[in-house]
């Protein structure tokens, strides 16, 4: 046979090498698709944190009318996490027994706002968010309230409960 | 014959690399002639990135990308000269990368490139700014100071605006609910492996495509690109006068690259690394997050923009660009390609670049909203030590006016210039504007006592331009003309 009719085959190499090429292109996808899902499975894959109750310091550490800010660390933090497993927020004993804790977090892009004791304010040093002491927008950009973390008292102690860093 | 080039002769027999090699080196390019130096671009780009990826190798073995440790590893790198300097190169090299790749685009751009048969070119290159703009962003992150952490935490907001799947996309970019220990992970796999992989892919097919197409002759007024005609007689301007690429041209892009490269390296022997901040640590919430300059634009931008437009701009703002990019191609592939002839190009090419250095400036001079660092105001600025105007003063700094407002140089600038302010509005006016806030002003209805409003008026109505300082006068001359002694009710002589 000649080269030229070699590789055009008769009819039943023909449909031979149609089916072996059906095959190399399953085995090939079937090879990427095993290799593929459960690496992009394992990176898409979120861990969801429970949420727990962290002590942040005891009733009495807090005096009625203040703002301060408290550290506490997040929910099962991971043993590497060094430094960045804490996160912080502001607390302000609003009365005897109860109590009101804020995210740093600015709901315009998330940089961590300042409270000015004296000018009963929240300000970002970002784009120009200000807050006012109950957490409503005063001006500037943000488009919510500060988000509030749920916080208690127990046995003297006062809890916060970790929460998911709040995304717009 | 020499030993070496036997040893040549035995490779290239059994490898046969001088076989694409020669006509790659030797193949013909149209002369560039008064336009020659505009073409060194690209490849300076392309040497940028190579110092990049060697210099990247480098910190990547001493660099231990973990939320705890990083930091540290960023001391220890930064502890001998060798690593401050290769840090150095890096840092440089990541702005060298954006201000090539920018200009290289304007100059493809502007010459008209994109056209006919190199659309796919412009389109592997839009992929490869996209891809740019994210090492470098993901990079400043890695130097994982206060800026860099809380660089993720914005990233993730930005993310977050988009609809449906935002709350997902942020917390995925995070790698989980808070920033924590798999979130360093997370950016640095993408730095070094994920879109430097994107990058390799895409940047070998668009130099694959440089040497299928032939790069581009310089653009003549008159001489539309046709696509029926064009490849042919591209072909036959070459058989004519194409010069063969090296070295008559590739000359240049080694004598420009020099230069880029002499510079990165000057620059970071001279002036150092950046400086690093403080550590990650979230609680520390005096951070005053900054993005490296070429995100400064956008940075300025997100604070001037009215707040209904916010979504739109952060979400429709790079998809309309992307689209822009992808479709330019696709719907002007043909026709003129000189600038000359194309003056709408000319005009947005401009229009870009003003609003860049524009508001890149103005991001520049932050912090400018709100100005934190801004001191208390000076006894001789304020004019009194004690007083209702000095008790004025103090409330004015105290309830964070000065933040946002300047008086005599001192102050935020967010809020009008205050230093006169007694000139324009009068006490009913300011305590009206005090009272209601503005868009970007709080109100402090809540915030103040009667008492601290009028020390406040006090202070800010002796705002006025002072009447001009009498001449001074021999010290007897009242003996004999008490009248000529001139009033100092004002306390000017203070």
């Known amino acids: ?168 | 014959m020499s030993i070496l080039k036997r040893l040549w002769k035995w490779f290239d027999d059994i490898t046969g690399v001088s076989d694409w090699l020669v006509p790659i080196l030797r193949h013909p390019v149209p002369p560039a002639r008064k336009s020659a130096w505009f073409y060194v671009l690209g490849s300076a780009t392309l040497f940028v990135f190579i110092s990049q990826v060697v210099t990247g190798i480098a910190l990547s073995s001493a660099y231990v990308a973990s939320s705890a440790r990083a930091y540290e590893t960023l001391l220890f790198i930064n502890g001998t000269t060798l690593g401050r300097i290769v840090r150095g190169i890096h840092y440089y090299g990541a702005s060298a990368m954006v201000i090539l790749i920018g200009v290289h685009a304007i100059r493809v751009y502007l010459m008209g490139a994109y056209k006919y048969p190199r659309q796919i070119n412009w389109l592997t290159g839009a992929g490869l700014l996209l891809f740019t703009l994210l090492m470098v962003f993901t990079g400043q992150l890695l130097r994982w100071d206060q800026t860099g952490f809380w660089s993720s935490v914005i990233a993730a907001e930005q993310a977050g605006r988009t609809p449906l799947i935002g709350n997902w996309l942020g917390h995925f970019i995070l790698a989980g609910d808070t920033v924590g220990g798999a979130t360093l992970s997370r950016f640095f796999a993408a730095h070094v492996f994920f879109v430097p992989a994107l990058i390799f892919l895409f940047l070998g097919f668009h130099l694959y495509l440089v040497l299928h197409n032939g790069i581009s002759e310089p653009p003549k007024t008159g001489r539309p690109v046709d696509p029926r005609t064009y490849r042919r007689w591209y072909h036959d301007m070459l058989n004519h006068e194409g010069v063969p690429f090296w070295p008559d041209a590739a000359w240049r892009d080694a004598v420009f690259g020099l230069l880029v490269l002499a510079t990165i390296v000057s620059l970071a022997v001279f002036l150092g690394p950046p400086a690093l901040g403080k550590p990650p640590d979230p609680t520390i919430i005096s951070a005053s997050p900054r993005p490296d300059w070429y995100f400064l634009w956008y940075y300025a931008l997100l604070s001037v923009i009215p707040k209904w437009s916010e979504d739109l701009v952060i979400l429709l703002g790079p998809l309309a660009f992307g689209l822009a990019l992808i479709l330019l191609p696709l719907i002007a592939g043909r026709g003129e390609r000189s600038p000359l002839r194309r003056p709408w190009s000319v005009v947005i090419v401009i229009v870009i670049v003003i609003i860049i250095a524009y508001y890149g400036n103005i991001g520049h001079i932050a912090p400018w909203s709100p100005r934190l660092a801004a001191q208390p105001l000076p006894v001789e600025v304020v004019g009194e030590a004690s007083g209702p105007v000095a008790e004025g003063a103090k409330v004015f700094y105290e309830k964070g006016c000065e933040y946002c407002h300047m008086v005599a140089g001192e102050g935020g600038v967010r809020g009008p210039d205050l230093t006169y302010v007694a000139d324009r509005l009068t006490p009913a006016q300011i305590t009206t504007r005090i009272y209601s806030g503005a868009p970007n002003m709080p109100s402090y209805t809540n915030n103040l006592t009667h008492e601290q409003l009028t020390s406040l008026l006090a202070f800010l109505d002796s705002r006025h331009r002072r009447p001009p300082k009498p001449v001074a006068l021999p010290a007897n001359i009242g003996e004999n003309n008490p009248q000529l002694i001139p009033d100092g009710s004002h306390g000017e002589n203070k």
């Not at chain 1, 000649?2 to 031979?16: D, F, H, I, M, V």
């Not at chain 1, 292109?25 to 499975?41: D, E, H, R, T």
């Open chain 1, 1 to 168: 046979m000649t080269g030229q009719t070699a590789l055009q085959g008769t009819p039943k190499e023909t449909s031979r090498r149609r089916f072996l090429t059906r095959l190399s292109v399953a085995a090939g996808s079937l090879a990427a698709a095993i290799v593929a899902l459960p690496s992009i499975g394992f990176l898409l894959g979120l861990r969801k944190a429970p949420m727990v109750w962290r002590n942040v310091g005891k009733i009495d550490d807090f005096r009625i009318g203040a703002t301060v800010e408290v550290k506490f660390l997040d929910s099962s933090p991971m043993p590497w996490a060094g430094v960045t497993a804490e996160t912080a927020a502001w607390l302000r004993r609003v009365d005897e027994q109860q109590f009101k804790a804020f995210s740093v977090d600015c709901t315009h892009l998330g940089c961590p706002v300042r409270w000015l004791p004296t000018a009963d304010l929240f300000m970002c040093p970002c784009h120009g968010g200000v807050f006012y002491a109950d957490g409503r927008v005063a001006s500037g950009p943000p488009p919510k309230p500060l988000t509030t973390y749920p916080v208690r008292v127990e046995n003297g102690q006062v809890q916060i409960l970790t929460s998911p860093l709040p995304i717009t």
